[in-house]
């Protein structure tokens, strides 16, 4: 019986994949990987070490989530070293705490080695620092995409009145209905906006606006997933702050 090791992979650079995760690749006899995690990573695996995709994108699963548990379970009765390997950190919108729980239930070893989040990595390597003395000193982290099976939303948009920078992950198909709820709940229209496209690869692709216009831009310049949503005004920081040439 094998242990799990539930990595992270970080945002998509592979210069910010943990020293820790890094060892465990090299270490795996099988990775369970999913669509954002960087394939380059993959080749630092040992040449006997097997390859099980899992990914999901834009609604469009290889294997849904209670699958997902069995494959890791099943290999972990297999391997001595299995490695899942998930895009960003495994316990932000990961579902790693679900992965653990199926795990430990059936008695299978894990440990979780966090990977550095899309929500802080990505905004910074489009310039813009999520909090920022005298700007913003807090920051909250909500998902842009819940369980569509949930009878009522647990998206609290009451408590972003606040004057703090917002991180939406995996947003982007509900951009629209973000900015206007944010505009309800009192949000001023001009408020800054940043959605990310691809955040810390060659393809990054950023685009500004403002809750009022974002929507509209973003499908101008046909934005594509992955991509978060930042609000708030450190978002106006980035014209000073850049320090990546996009698309080169």
Not at 174 to 182: R, T, Y
Not at 220 to 246: F, H, N, Q, S, Y
Request: aromatic share 6%.
């Amino acid at each position: 019986m094998g242990k799990v090791y539930l990595t992270g992979a970080g945002p998509g650079d592979i210069d910010l994949l943990t020293v820790k995760a890094l060892r465990v690749v090299r270490e795996a006899d099988v990775i369970i990987y999913d669509r954002l995690a960087n394939p380059d990573i993959l080749k630092e695996a040992k040449p006997e070490c097997e390859f099980v995709y899992v990914g999901k994108e834009d609604g469009r699963h290889t294997l849904p989530q209670d699958q997902i548990n069995e494959v890791i379970y099943q290999n972990a009765l297999k391997y001595e070293n299995v490695v899942r390997l998930k895009g960003g950190d495994p316990l932000v919108f990961g579902r790693g705490g679900e992965e653990a729980k199926y795990l430990k239930e059936r008695g299978i070893g894990f440990e979780f080695i966090p990977g550095i989040t899309s929500a802080v990595s990505v905004p910074a390597y489009a310039g813009i620092p999520v909090t920022h003395r005298n700007v913003a000193v807090s920051f909250k982290v909500v998902t842009g995409h819940e369980a569509p099976n949930k009878e009522h939303s647990q998206v609290d948009w009451e408590s972003m009145k606040a004057d703090e920078t917002i991180v939406f992950l995996m947003g982007l198909h509900n951009l629209k209905n973000i900015a206007e709820n944010l505009i309800r709940i009192g949000r001023p229209k001009d408020t800054p906006v940043a959605v990310i496209s691809k955040g810390t690869t060659p393809e990054q692709k950023s685009v500004t606006g403002t809750l009022f216009d974002i929507a509209g831009k973003v499908r101008d310049e046909k934005v594509e997933t992955p991509a978060l949503i930042v609000v708030g005004r450190v978002v106006e920081l980035k014209k000073d702050l850049e320090w990546i040439d996009e698309g080169k």
